[in-house]
């Protein structure tokens, strides 16, 4: 078995690795190895052929390959190791990694610290829970995206799509486009949950229509789908009697959500938070075993992948400290709670001993709710407030807060959101 | 008999106010017709008449308002099949490569006869076998005297060597009743008394349970001991150590594979439309792929054996399909439970005719809750319903409470293929000459697989008389290499050797292309997506073949030199792409040219 010595790996290729692996190296570690499990780096952007990536990066609107390739020329240029089509098998505390591929084989990788950027998964139909039989011709909208844009096929002639989120308001256009009828759109909820650009530039633009609080109760066919049942529901999502309506149809996209992929960090025992599905943080993105960070959409599904790389750099300059020896963990951190209104806040925890001058604090507010105010406090204490028209669950928010503002023996940070 | 029939379905409420037809043949066959209500109405007097001490068994022409079972009329597809002259000529066909059809297939490999065995599906183990949840039963439950009786009890002792020679898992956990009513404890400590004195052999109804080795009786201490996540405080437990564990398509296919490896030859995509029967005797069947000349035919057709028989004028009994719906948990509970776990004394299990259900596991680590048992009227109606989810979770939640429904990774519904006797019908047809009837193998028909098997060669022998030993028979299937239950030094080793093995396709269950290909290029080669999945785990993880799915497709498509728009994920029209999107694609009312640019 191969063995390898590193002071940073990266486990994950896409945007929040790139970004963690490049601001590492930037930041003093000699030694980083990407770890990919796909044939080429960038994740799921390399499928992500449409626009609108990177506004806040790069005041561009890039393609999401476009996106990618920006991380991927520098992780070349700065000579960072990357090994592709090779899977991570096993982690252990003692921040060892079991890799393979088939050119090395099994690789035992010692590393100094890892960082752990693994992603999100799709929801299937089974936590959703369709009723009906298991015919082809139900498919999660990413595996559309890629038949459609990386393959070349079409996975049918007429679609519906199920959920409104960001990847099937974007499938909807893509596969109008592409010659495939799309008969709607259905979201259970009663308001959308993809951002509100796309739903004008995918929908709207396309006469497609959107149908709230209606979903997808009925699978038929047996070994080719031939159609589905939809039906409105009540404000438990429950189906109501007598709107039940049969649409033929030969592909059903579900675009039902996004789960952070965190199989890897759980063999590892890390604390996890279960509202946003991932690993508890704290300011250096560092899960809480010592050395082990997570970025991106391992940690919590974020809606712009801006955000991701944003995480990815603090992971990386945390993992470059750890291994210098520059972040004290000695001292008690001091918990971010989400207040009123906050569904779920990350990080989690700040040791404001490490921390930088500001530290952003992301968040998801719990309702759509206009003309608001973001207070932090802290113990109480208001230290931060900025108002905002609109906030709206599908779209994630970040605050600065200021290092100043946050007293030594504090012991809790609360973001809330309150209308006016 | 008649008479007493009438009077039994007047007598019962539910069914007194309709016109219900009774005729009885002089073989003691009654035959049921006339229109009820509901459909469960129609499975109810079925199971009613059943009951009448002298019937042998019943066919049940009966109907339910709105209910149609439209007769499929095979005369043209026979016709053309017939005249396009393929044919072949065997000693026995088997209709049907489920895990009986396969079973079969391995046991008269065993002797010096050519059999062909044909399935309609595009693989092995494509209809009730894929859907089962793998118990091995022990034999406690089935009703002494009865067939399931007898070939359980031999059956859960043979797969011991089954899983040795054919190079499947097979573990051994045991099945825990557990018990928290007094009342039941009371029971089962009586059990134990008739067990150990022998007394049991004195009561008709124990006679089978006096049969079954193994059985332990627990304490509250020692269930808590042996299933910490059990949930409140139960009394005590009642172990029955020799229930086992298996994947059941992995036996179907192991049998299959053996058998082929042995000279059998298996037609898949081969649909048995017609019996060919001359002079009272079967002279072969006629298929959509042509026609096959045998002396013996063996109908082991699942929910259509009851179609067979009738194909051959022999027919004798219905098949009442029996939908039983399956959740499986993500494997992050592996561990969780050791031994599939019910509840004893389950009132709905005695209503729908099941041993009961619970709490399963899966030799690969899976926590399984079910089965349901619906009545439907449809052989094809796998559909999976609120209600069927209600009652699995239910089930599960009896057992454990701990164990979320937000945790099910998927769910899926099989057949059973139950007639109204509620047993095996494994016997050489009483019209037909050369005709062998395995029908109504419902539970535990996987655990008496290799037993009804030996049955079958029996009545095989009775019909040809003497079968030769095949002196070339060789009872070891190699079993390909599964990566992830390799050690990491191992795993290296292996891709050393065959850097496809190095290459990970499926991520949450861990398959390799390795395996993938050696799926491919089986004895019994997988063609579909969901045939690579039964024989190698790909796609049957969390994600449900999210990311797994599109690659799988394209190394079948590349494997077996197909464009991957012909490839399927069950056979058929299961297409999972429409088109090539370069090439100009037909829409309905006119079409789209694409230009390459």
Same mark, same amino acid.
């Given at each position: 078995?191969?063995?390898?010595?590193?002071?940073?790996?990266?486990?994950?290729?896409?945007?929040?690795?790139?970004?963690?692996?490049?601001?590492?190296?930037?930041?003093?570690?000699?030694?980083?190895?990407?770890?990919?499990?796909?044939?080429?780096?960038?994740?799921?952007?390399?499928?992500?052929?449409?626009?609108?990536?990177?506004?806040?990066?790069?005041?561009?609107?890039?393609?999401?390959?476009?996106?990618?390739?920006?991380?991927?020329?520098?992780?070349?240029?700065?000579?960072?190791?990357?090994?592709?089509?090779?899977?991570?098998?096993?982690?252990?505390?003692?921040?060892?990694?079991?890799?393979?591929?088939?050119?090395?084989?099994?690789?035992?990788?010692?590393?100094?610290?890892?960082?752990?950027?693994?992603?999100?998964?799709?929801?299937?139909?089974?936590?959703?829970?369709?009723?009906?039989?298991?015919?082809?011709?139900?498919?999660?909208?990413?595996?559309?995206?890629?038949?459609?844009?990386?393959?070349?096929?079409?996975?049918?002639?007429?679609?519906?799509?199920?959920?409104?989120?960001?990847?099937?308001?974007?499938?909807?256009?893509?596969?109008?486009?592409?010659?495939?009828?799309?008969?709607?759109?259905?979201?259970?909820?009663?308001?959308?949950?993809?951002?509100?650009?796309?739903?004008?530039?995918?929908?709207?633009?396309?006469?497609?229509?959107?149908?709230?609080?209606?979903?997808?109760?009925?699978?038929?066919?047996?070994?080719?789908?031939?159609?589905?049942?939809?039906?409105?529901?009540?404000?438990?999502?429950?189906?109501?009697?007598?709107?039940?309506?049969?649409?033929?149809?030969?592909?059903?996209?579900?675009?039902?959500?996004?789960?952070?992929?965190?199989?890897?960090?759980?063999?590892?025992?890390?604390?996890?938070?279960?509202?946003?599905?991932?690993?508890?943080?704290?300011?250096?993105?560092?899960?809480?075993?010592?050395?082990?960070?997570?970025?991106?959409?391992?940690?919590?599904?974020?809606?712009?992948?801006?955000?991701?790389?944003?995480?990815?750099?603090?992971?990386?300059?945390?993992?470059?400290?750890?291994?210098?020896?520059?972040?004290?963990?000695?001292?008690?951190?001091?918990?971010?709670?989400?207040?009123?209104?906050?569904?779920?806040?990350?990080?989690?925890?700040?040791?404001?001993?490490?921390?930088?001058?500001?530290?952003?604090?992301?968040?998801?507010?719990?309702?759509?709710?206009?003309?608001?105010?973001?207070?932090?406090?802290?113990?109480?204490?208001?230290?931060?407030?900025?108002?905002?028209?609109?906030?709206?669950?599908?779209?994630?928010?970040?605050?600065?807060?200021?290092?100043?503002?946050?007293?030594?023996?504090?012991?809790?940070?609360?973001?809330?959101?309150?209308?006016? | 008999?008649?008479?007493?029939?009438?009077?039994?379905?007047?007598?019962?409420?539910?069914?007194?106010?309709?016109?219900?037809?009774?005729?009885?043949?002089?073989?003691?066959?009654?035959?049921?017709?006339?229109?009820?209500?509901?459909?469960?109405?129609?499975?109810?007097?079925?199971?009613?008449?059943?009951?009448?001490?002298?019937?042998?068994?019943?066919?049940?022409?009966?109907?339910?308002?709105?209910?149609?079972?439209?007769?499929?009329?095979?005369?043209?597809?026979?016709?053309?099949?017939?005249?396009?002259?393929?044919?072949?000529?065997?000693?026995?066909?088997?209709?049907?490569?489920?895990?009986?059809?396969?079973?079969?297939?391995?046991?008269?490999?065993?002797?010096?006869?050519?059999?062909?065995?044909?399935?309609?599906?595009?693989?092995?183990?494509?209809?009730?076998?894929?859907?089962?949840?793998?118990?091995?039963?022990?034999?406690?439950?089935?009703?002494?005297?009865?067939?399931?009786?007898?070939?359980?009890?031999?059956?859960?002792?043979?797969?011991?060597?089954?899983?040795?020679?054919?190079?499947?898992?097979?573990?051994?956990?045991?099945?825990?009743?557990?018990?928290?009513?007094?009342?039941?404890?009371?029971?089962?400590?009586?059990?134990?008394?008739?067990?150990?004195?022998? $007394?049991?052999? @004195? %009561?008709?109804?124990? !006679?089978? /349970?006096?049969? #079954?080795?193994?059985?332990?009786?627990?304490? &509250?201490?020692?269930?808590?001991?042996?299933?910490?996540?059990?949930?409140?405080?139960?009394?005590?437990?009642?172990?029955?150590?020799?229930?086992?564990?298996?994947?059941?398509?992995?036996?179907?296919?192991?049998?299959?594979?053996?058998?082929?490896?042995?000279?059998?030859?298996?037609?898949?995509?081969?649909?048995? $439309?017609?019996? @060919? %029967?001359?002079?009272? !005797?079967? /002279?072969?069947? #006629?298929?959509?792929?042509?026609?096959?000349? &045998?002396?013996?035919?063996?109908?082991?057709?699942?929910?259509?054996?009851?179609?067979?028989?009738?194909?051959?004028?022999?027919?004798?009994?219905?098949?009442?399909?029996?939908?039983?719906?399956?959740?499986?948990?993500?494997?992050?509970?592996?561990?969780?439970?050791?031994?599939?776990?019910?509840?004893?004394?389950?009132?709905?299990?005695?209503?729908?005719?099941?041993?009961?259900?619970?709490?399963?596991?899966?030799?690969?680590?899976?926590?399984?809750?079910?089965?349901?048992?619906?009545?439907?009227?449809?052989?094809?109606?796998?559909?999976?319903?609120?209600?069927?989810?209600?009652?699995?979770?239910?089930?599960?939640?009896?057992?454990?409470?701990?164990?979320?429904?937000?945790?099910?990774?998927?769910?899926?519904?099989?057949?059973?293929?139950?007639?109204?006797?509620?047993?095996?019908?494994?016997?050489?047809?009483?019209?037909?000459?050369?005709?062998?009837?395995?029908?109504?193998?419902?539970?535990?028909?996987?655990?008496?697989?290799?037993?009804?098997?030996?049955?079958?060669?029996?009545?095989?022998?009775?019909?040809?008389?003497?079968?030769?030993?095949?002196?070339?028979?060789?009872?070891?299937?190699?079993?390909?290499?599964?990566?992830?239950?390799?050690?990491?030094?191992?795993?290296?080793?292996?891709?050393?050797?065959?850097?496809?093995?190095?290459?990970?396709?499926?991520?949450?269950?861990?398959?390799?292309?390795?395996?993938?290909?050696?799926?491919?290029?089986?004895?019994?080669?997988?063609?579909?997506?969901?045939?690579?999945?039964?024989?190698?785990?790909?796609?049957?993880?969390?994600?449900?073949?999210?990311?797994?799915?599109?690659?799988?497709?394209?190394?079948?498509?590349?494997?077996?030199?197909?464009?991957?728009?012909?490839?399927?994920?069950?056979?058929?029209?299961?297409?999972?792409?429409?088109?090539?999107?370069?090439?100009?694609?037909?829409?309905?009312?006119?079409?789209?040219?694409?230009?390459?640019?």
């Amino acid at each position: 078995m191969k063995e390898l010595s590193v002071d940073v790996a990266v486990i994950g290729g896409g945007p929040a690795g790139l970004a963690a692996a490049i601001e590492a190296k930037d930041q003093g570690a000699d030694h980083v190895i990407i770890l990919e499990r796909d044939v080429e780096l960038g994740g799921i952007l390399q499928q992500c052929i449409h626009d609108g990536f990177g506004l806040h990066r790069f005041g561009k609107r890039l393609s999401g390959c476009g996106y990618a390739h920006h991380f991927i020329e520098s992780v070349a240029e700065k000579a960072i190791d990357v090994k592709l089509k090779t899977i991570v098998l096993e982690i252990t505390d003692q921040k060892i990694i079991y890799a393979m591929n088939e050119v090395d084989g099994m690789m035992k990788i010692t590393c100094g610290a890892m960082i752990l950027a693994m992603g999100c998964r799709e929801r299937t139909r089974s936590q959703v829970f369709i009723w009906g039989t298991r015919p082809s011709g139900v498919l999660t909208a990413g595996t559309v995206q890629r038949y459609i844009n990386m393959e070349g096929y079409l996975p049918g002639q007429k679609a519906v799509i199920l959920g409104s989120g960001d990847i099937g308001l974007i499938m909807a256009r893509r596969m109008t486009l592409e010659g495939i009828e799309v008969e709607g759109v259905y979201e259970v909820m009663e308001s959308p949950g993809g951002l509100t650009r796309n739903i004008s530039q995918c929908l709207k633009d396309f006469q497609i229509p959107m149908h709230l609080a209606t979903t997808v109760v009925r699978i038929h066919g047996n070994k080719k789908l031939e159609g589905v049942t939809v039906a409105q529901v009540d404000e438990n999502r429950q189906p109501i009697q007598g709107t039940q309506r049969f649409i033929p149809c030969d592909l059903l996209v579900l675009a039902v959500g996004l789960i952070p992929e965190n199989e890897l960090s759980r063999q590892l025992e890390v604390e996890m938070d279960s509202r946003t599905k991932g690993p508890i943080v704290d300011e250096h993105f560092m899960t809480s075993i010592p050395g082990v960070f997570a970025a991106g959409n391992v940690v919590t599904v974020f809606d712009l992948v801006d955000y991701v790389s944003l995480t990815g750099e603090i992971a990386g300059r945390g993992a470059a400290k750890f291994i210098q020896g520059k972040l004290n963990l000695q001292m008690p951190a001091k918990d971010v709670l989400p207040g009123d209104s906050v569904n779920f806040v990350v990080p989690q925890r700040i040791r404001t001993v490490n921390a930088e001058d500001s530290i952003p604090i992301y968040f998801r507010v719990k309702k759509e709710m206009r003309k608001v105010e973001v207070t932090a406090t802290v113990d109480g204490q208001v230290c931060m407030r900025k108002k905002h028209a609109i906030a709206l669950p599908p779209e994630m928010m970040v605050e600065t807060i200021q290092l100043e503002k946050i007293h030594e023996d504090a012991r809790e940070l609360r973001v809330s959101v309150k209308v006016g | 008999m008649k008479n007493k029939i009438m009077k039994v379905i007047q007598e019962n409420k539910s069914l007194s106010g309709y016109k219900i037809g009774v005729s009885v043949s002089s073989e003691q066959i009654v035959t049921l017709t006339g229109q009820v209500d509901e459909w469960q109405q129609v499975v109810d007097c079925g199971h009613l008449v059943a009951r009448v001490k002298g019937v042998r068994n019943i066919v049940n022409d009966m109907t339910a308002k709105g209910i149609v079972i439209p007769k499929r009329d095979r005369s043209k597809e026979i016709q053309r099949a017939i005249e396009n002259g393929k044919e072949t000529t065997c000693d026995i066909v088997v209709i049907g490569a489920g895990v009986i059809g396969c079973a079969i297939a391995r046991e008269l490999a065993k002797y010096q006869v050519s059999t062909i065995v044909v399935e309609k599906n595009s693989d092995v183990a494509e209809e009730a076998t894929k859907a089962n949840n793998g118990n091995i039963h022990p034999g406690v439950l089935a009703k002494p005297g009865t067939l399931k009786a007898k070939l359980n009890l031999k059956g859960n002792q043979m797969y011991t060597q089954l899983s040795k020679d054919l190079n499947f898992e097979l573990q051994r956990p045991g099945s825990l009743n557990v018990i928290y009513k007094k009342s039941e404890w009371r029971k089962m400590k009586a059990l134990e008394v008739m067990k150990k004195t022998g $007394l049991g052999h @004195l %009561v008709p109804q124990m !006679r089978q /349970v006096m049969k #079954v080795p193994g059985l332990k009786w627990l304490t &509250s201490q020692e269930v808590k001991q042996m299933e910490p996540h059990l949930k409140g405080n139960p009394i005590g437990g009642f172990w029955m150590t020799t229930m086992g564990l298996v994947e059941p398509y992995e036996v179907c296919i192991a049998l299959a594979e053996n058998a082929v490896e042995n000279g059998t030859e298996f037609r898949l995509n081969t649909e048995v $439309l017609d019996v @060919l %029967v001359e002079n009272g !005797r079967t /002279v072969g069947v #006629v298929t959509n792929q042509g026609v096959i000349r &045998s002396e013996i035919v063996i109908n082991a057709a699942g929910v259509y054996t009851d179609t067979i028989a009738e194909m051959a004028g022999d027919r004798f009994f219905t098949i009442h399909p029996r939908r039983g719906a399956i959740a499986i948990i993500d494997k992050s509970r592996k561990g969780f439970l050791k031994t599939p776990a019910g509840i004893r004394g389950g009132k709905e299990a005695k209503k729908n005719n099941t041993k009961g259900g619970g709490a399963s596991v899966t030799p690969e680590g899976n926590l399984l809750w079910g089965p349901t048992a619906v009545e439907i009227p449809w052989k094809e109606d796998k559909s999976v319903e609120a209600s069927d989810l209600d009652y699995i979770t239910k089930l599960g939640m009896s057992v454990t409470n701990e164990v979320k429904r937000s945790e099910i990774i998927t769910f899926f519904a099989g057949i059973r293929a139950a007639d109204y006797m509620e047993d095996f019908i494994i016997e050489r047809s009483r019209k037909v000459g050369g005709l062998i009837h395995v029908a109504g193998i419902q539970s535990p028909g996987l655990a008496s697989a290799p037993a009804i098997a030996e049955m079958v060669a029996g009545l095989v022998n009775q019909e040809r008389g003497g079968l030769m030993d095949n002196p070339n028979f060789n009872p070891i299937r190699k079993a390909k290499p599964q990566f992830r239950h390799l050690s990491h030094q191992e795993q290296d080793q292996l891709i050393q050797k065959n850097a496809k093995y190095g290459n990970i396709i499926c991520r949450c269950e861990l398959i390799t292309e390795g395996e993938i290909l050696d799926a491919i290029h089986s004895t019994i080669p997988a063609t579909t997506v969901d045939a690579v999945k039964r024989r190698t785990r790909s796609g049957m993880g969390r994600c449900q073949g999210g990311f797994c799915g599109p690659r799988v497709l394209e190394i079948l498509a590349r494997e077996l030199e197909k464009e991957p728009t012909e490839i399927t994920l069950k056979g058929n029209e299961s297409y999972i792409l429409k088109a090539d999107s370069r090439q100009p694609i037909v829409v309905e009312g006119g079409s789209h040219e694409r230009i390459e640019c």
